[in-house]
């Protein structure tokens, strides 16, 4: 027989899945956004009519992403709506049962079979119910079968007495049949509740799933396509996620063997040719590096200030790690950089040059110029503004230059671009 406590645990597992779509939602509508301050920009500093051509092809990327965005959004909000009237439709069957055939006021008074709900009406397509509602309604199942477990124990005490005075003469026999009769049909009719919310929960979980997998598939195709280095997000999806709250966990975002496994599953992979596995491998492995965040042993702490940039095998995320963790951070921005040399128009001169950095959205200064210590190519060693960076200027115990933690990158020279906007290197050809 089902218990309550499985219900309970299918369910928080149900709503964990779900919020990993809603951090992978977000993340995508954060990557848009600055897709599109992006294009403000071009539009701004590019307003001849020769480059109109170039900024629609641009401007019809941003359109494919946000309206792949806005279907995954869509199909999001119909799945919390069939949840939401699937576990009420059972909530409201479970008071009739109740009131109808159990007619125990000891138990229909208990508030748990007396709270309202925002009715569910099909034809309102485009009204959302909010997860919180959800939640609420599955804890007043539980609660709802908890009391009538304890009606059906406390049956069970009085027909296991009825049989003892049956036993010692009292022609009571067929009120024990009788009793074990309706006993039997009350643990039915739970048995049958906890059916009910196995079955939808496998349903919903298929749902779900599917649905995650399409998002982090999405996700891969702007990864591969777009190679943003910084971007800021704000909130936490999980409203049980509250600030100060520490927890250990693996980036919702990031694709897992698993999925990998049942997409490459679900469009026949294997019998694929090499060329279409060459991309949909290109996909996954950027949905998979692309917004990795640290390990299953590392500490995430919410307290911090959720604002800070750091980064993890050279990709920012708005998660801050804590403590020592930062110690592992990569602290460059080009990680076994293969650009090769370019001509930069920065030199030794130019240092204390204020500058902007591709990638950051706050202004820097040029602290050093010259060859980076390892790979002998060309580097340019900006101090930013803010604590959005990668490093204090040292970097695999080289130093480059002084500046406060995480205010320092290390760049080639052509993501730097005077604040006059004049460009910082040619030759990238």
């Known amino acids: 027989m089902a218990s309550n406590k499985e219900a309970k645990e299918h369910f928080e597992s149900l709503i964990e899945l779900r919020g990993d779509i809603s951090s992978v939602l ?22 001849s009519k020769d480059f109109v051509f170039g900024l629609d092809s641009f401007f019809f990327q941003n359109e494919l992403i946000q309206g792949e965005c806005k279907h995954l959004s869509s199909v999001f909000g119909s799945i919390d709506n069939r949840v939401y009237c699937e576990y009420l439709t059972v909530y409201r069957m479970l008071i009739d049962y109740t009131r109808n055939d159990v007619k125990d006021q000891r138990v229909t008074g208990h508030a748990a079979f007396n709270q309202t709900f925002t009715p569910y009406k099909h034809l309102e397509n485009s009204k959302v119910h909010d997860v919180r509602a959800i939640k609420e309604i599955h804890q007043a199942i539980i609660s709802c079968l908890s009391e009538l477990e304890s009606l059906l124990s406390n049956r069970e005490a009085e027909l296991r007495n009825d049989k003892q005075q049956s036993a010692l003469g009292l022609n009571i026999d067929n009120l024990v049949y009788m009793e074990g009769f309706k006993n039997m049909m009350l643990g039915g009719r739970i048995e049958m509740f906890y059916k009910y919310l196995s079955a939808l929960n496998e349903h ?67 019998a694929m040719p090499a060329s279409k596995k060459t991309v949909l491998d290109g996909l996954c ?119 406060d933690q995480l205010h320092g990158v290390l760049v080639i020279p052509r993501k730097v671009t005077r604040l006059d906007g004049s460009l910082s290197a040619i030759g990238d050809k």
């Not at 977000?26 to 590019?46: C, M």
């Open 26 to 47: 977000d993340t995508l509508r954060a990557k848009h956004d600055v897709l599109v301050g992006i294009y403000q920009d071009l539009t701004t500093t590019h307003r």
């Open 204 to 270: 919903h979980t298929n749902y779900y799933t599917r649905l995650l997998l399409k998002a982090k598939l999405h996700m891969g195709v702007v990864e591969e396509d777009v190679r943003l280095k910084q971007f800021n997000q704000s909130g936490i999806t999980n409203i049980d996620r509250i600030p100060g709250r520490t927890q250990k966990s693996v980036s919702p975002v990031a694709m897992k063997a698993a999925e990998e496994s049942a997409i490459k599953s679900f469009i026949g992979y294997d």
């Open 285 to 403: 492995m950027a949905s998979a590096s692309g917004s990795e965040l640290g390990s299953e042993t590392e500490e995430i702490d919410y307290s911090i200030n959720p604002h800070i940039n750091v980064t993890r095998d050279g990709i920012e995320s708005h998660y801050p790690y804590k403590g020592d963790a930062i110690a592992v951070l990569p602290e460059e921005s080009e990680i076994a950089s293969n650009v090769g040399d370019i001509i930069s128009e920065f030199t030794t001169s130019d240092i204390g040059t204020r500058v902007a950095v591709e990638g950051y959205d706050c202004p820097g200064t040029i602290r050093f110029v010259g060859q980076h210590h390892v790979e002998r190519s060309l580097r340019c060693g900006i101090e930013l503004d803010e604590a959005v960076g990668r490093n204090n200027g040292t970097i695999r115990d080289h130093k480059y230059f002084e500046c």
